[in-house]
């Protein structure tokens, strides 16, 4: 009952000082109205009625008072004529003479001519005070900008860079072709070769923004390979080439060429010949290699067991090549499932020598297990076809327009990742030895990019690809699933680095947050409206008092609640933020999406005895002592491939510190 009674004082008060406060409002307005309108009326009376009719049609004014007094009606009134005389009527019968009705009539047809006139300057005028007083009001409770990002509509956005880009084209047309460039079309000079900008999701980059990279953030089905789709495609028209991470074979499907495109999959039909000798030939690109295909798990520092395995892989990779046996078959018989003891053999005199010594046989073999679980997709590599380097590809043997697909199922993932993370940084690497060149020569698009291990060379190609001609674009499903994979603080340096956001629907908080970040914050200034009201009507009072405050352009439910195909645009440089929609296009279907590669024989079961590490005769590995039992290092069953008396304990501190004393030319040198 209190509540209902103080809100029933609240409300009548508001009502009482709203009523007064648009009363006095409407005050000024009325006063001029009045004026105006007896103004007019008396100026059309004026020059309408002559003096007799004015004094008719006061007479007339006279007898009416007179007789809704209801005095005496035969009483006789003098009225003087037109032409100087006077006669007597009785006031029942005075507003009947002919000359008063012609006066009365007279006057009320200036009077409605006056109204009218004042109608027709008054209500134009009285409602452009109304827009005038509605609209000072609006904006005096309006919300200004002051400093920081912002959101405009997407018409605005283009009209924006549009006269950036024209402006900056005509500054590089300018210095290339001096007065003429005016007398070049749009179309004549891309046609020549000059810079166009390529567009995302519609809208066109600002000028040579493409090189400062982009990541697409939005969950399944939301529209990112939408968006990748459009790019490719138009990148093919332009004959610029692209690498393409393909996860779900959508891209090979709507986009392979057989007669320029390469699949590099190791299950796939289509997949060349190749191999990591292909691709490295100095110890350098051994050892980056190396740390594609044996990543760390994104923590602080990388663990010793990955450091050792990546050290025996480049020592045996160099062994190989050394010895011209440079093949994914040798590196499979000669270090994956090799004995141990010939494993050492070969590094013997080495930096993995004491990785491999069998005195310490429970690490070297923990090493090489760290190795294999890694690598094992060596082993489906297929050892026929056409030979193919990423190098060699990626350095611009190749057609104009032609797309390198790293492609694997997702059931195929676990044994494929690492392999399809080593090309993808193979071929950003080797972009990045070639001259530097202001013009894009490579597009890298990574559709998942938390599906792949970590890629050792996305940091290095968002910080300096753009000197050399690429541009990395990035899918992105949870912010969380980037920091399982590169850890929290190089998460946020990648997300930094890629400048220009396509940000769709998010489906958890974290993600929706970073998104908001990315869109930026802005300083505003609100009109915070506040009332009182008392007893005496003196107190009623409104006012209004500014506040600034710094909020986010776009809080983390809204990227929450976006339908699927909407999103938001923002590019580098000052370019404020968009709402964008993404139109799906209907692909013709080119080719299949995954064809399954038949097995190979193994050449061990091509020519029994090619390799001396296996028996042809024995299923499992001898010993060196060649006595046909199965050899071990860790004291099991098999027959020691040392006698006891003769092992050194050297535990895995030792093997730290000798590991660390050749950290200068050994893996570190990436």
Not at 318 to 327: F, K, P, Y
Not at 515 to 529: A, K, L, P, T, Y
Request: charged share 20%; with cysteine.
């Amino acid at each position: 009952m209190k509540r209902n009674l103080l809100n029933f004082t609240r409300g009548s008060q508001l009502l009482g000082h709203f009523g007064f406060m648009f009363a006095a409002g409407l005050k000024g307005p009325l006063l001029v109205t009045f004026l105006v309108s007896a103004w007019l009326c008396y100026l059309e009376v004026t020059s309408a009625l002559t003096d007799h009719q004015m004094y008719l049609a006061w007479m007339h004014l006279y007898a009416s008072g007179y007789a809704f007094m209801e005095f005496d009606p035969g009483k006789l009134v003098e009225l003087k004529l037109a032409g100087g005389g006077t006669v007597r009527i009785p006031f029942n019968l005075v507003r009947e003479f002919p000359p008063m009705r012609e006066a009365v009539t007279a006057l009320g047809g200036s009077l409605r001519r006056g109204i009218g006139l004042s109608a027709l300057v008054l209500i134009p005028a009285f409602a452009a005070f109304w827009w005038f007083a509605e609209r000072f009001g609006g904006k005096s409770k309006e919300r200004k900008h002051e400093r920081g990002a912002m959101l405009v509509t997407l018409d605005e956005l283009e009209a924006e860079i549009d006269r950036h880009n024209r402006s900056e084209r005509a500054r590089e047309l300018q210095a290339a072709l001096g007065w003429k460039w005016r007398l070049a079309g749009a179309a004549a000079t891309e046609e020549a070769g000059f810079y166009s900008p390529a567009h995302l999701a519609g809208v066109p980059w600002p000028w040579r923004l493409e090189q400062s990279h982009t990541m697409l953030i939005g969950t399944t089905g939301t529209g990112k390979t939408v968006a990748l789709s459009q790019l490719l495609a138009e990148a093919r028209a332009r004959g610029q080439r692209a690498v393409v991470f393909d996860l779900t074979g959508a891209f090979i499907e709507t986009f392979y060429d057989p007669e320029r495109d390469i699949i590099l999959n190791p299950l796939d039909a289509r997949c060349p010949n190749w191999s990591v000798f292909h691709d490295c030939t100095s110890e350098g690109e051994f050892h980056a290699a190396a740390e594609a295909l044996v990543p760390h798990d994104g923590g602080g520092s990388e663990q010793f067991w990955v450091l050792a395995a990546r050290m025996l892989f480049v020592e045996m990779c160099l062994h190989l090549q050394r010895a011209g046996q440079a093949s994914n078959h040798a590196l499979a018989t000669r270090l994956m499932t090799a004995d141990l003891a010939q494993v050492h053999k070969l590094m013997r005199g080495t930096m993995a020598d004491p990785l491999t010594a069998p005195e310490a046989a429970r690490m070297a073999e923990s090493i090489r297990a760290v190795f294999n679980a890694n690598a094992k997709a060596l082993k489906l590599l297929p050892a026929k076809g056409p030979r193919f380097s990423v190098r060699d590809w990626t350095r611009g043997i190749s057609e104009p327009g032609s797309i390198l697909f790293l492609s694997a199922r997702y059931v195929d993932m676990s044994i494929c990742s690492q392999l399809l993370t080593l090309w993808l940084d193979t071929a950003m690497n080797t972009l990045m030895t070639m001259e530097r060149t202001p013009d894009l020569r490579i597009w890298f698009l990574v559709d998942e990019l938390g599906a792949l291990h970590r890629l050792p060379a996305l940091e290095k190609g968002l910080q300096t690809a753009r000197n050399f001609g690429g541009a990395i674009v990035t899918g992105v499903h949870a912010f969380a699933k980037l920091k399982e994979v590169y850890g929290e603080n190089m998460a946020m340096t990648l997300s930094s680095l890629a400048r220009s956001k396509l940000i769709l629907a998010t489906a958890d908080r974290e993600t929706a947050t970073w998104c908001s970040d990315f869109i930026g914050h802005r300083q505003v200034r609100d009109m915070e409206e506040g009332y009182s009201y008392g007893y005496n009507n003196a107190r009623d009072a409104v006012s209004l008092t500014p506040r600034r405050q710094i909020e986010p352009l776009l809080l983390p439910d809204q990227f929450m609640n976006l339908p699927r195909l909407s999103g938001y645009l923002k590019f580098p440089d000052g370019f404020p933020a968009a709402p964008v929609t993404l139109v799906p296009r209907r692909w013709p279907r080119m080719a299949e999406g995954f064809i399954t590669r038949a097995p190979e024989p193994r050449p061990e079961q091509q020519a029994a005895g090619e390799d001396n590490v296996f028996s042809a005769s024995s299923p499992h590995p001898t010993s060196a002592a060649g006595d046909g039992t199965p050899a071990a290092n860790d004291d099991g069953a098999g027959k020691a491939a040392l006698e006891r008396h003769q092992a050194r304990p050297i535990d895995r501190q030792v093997a730290a510190d000798t590991m660390s004393g050749h950290a200068s030319g050994g893996i570190d040198r990436l």
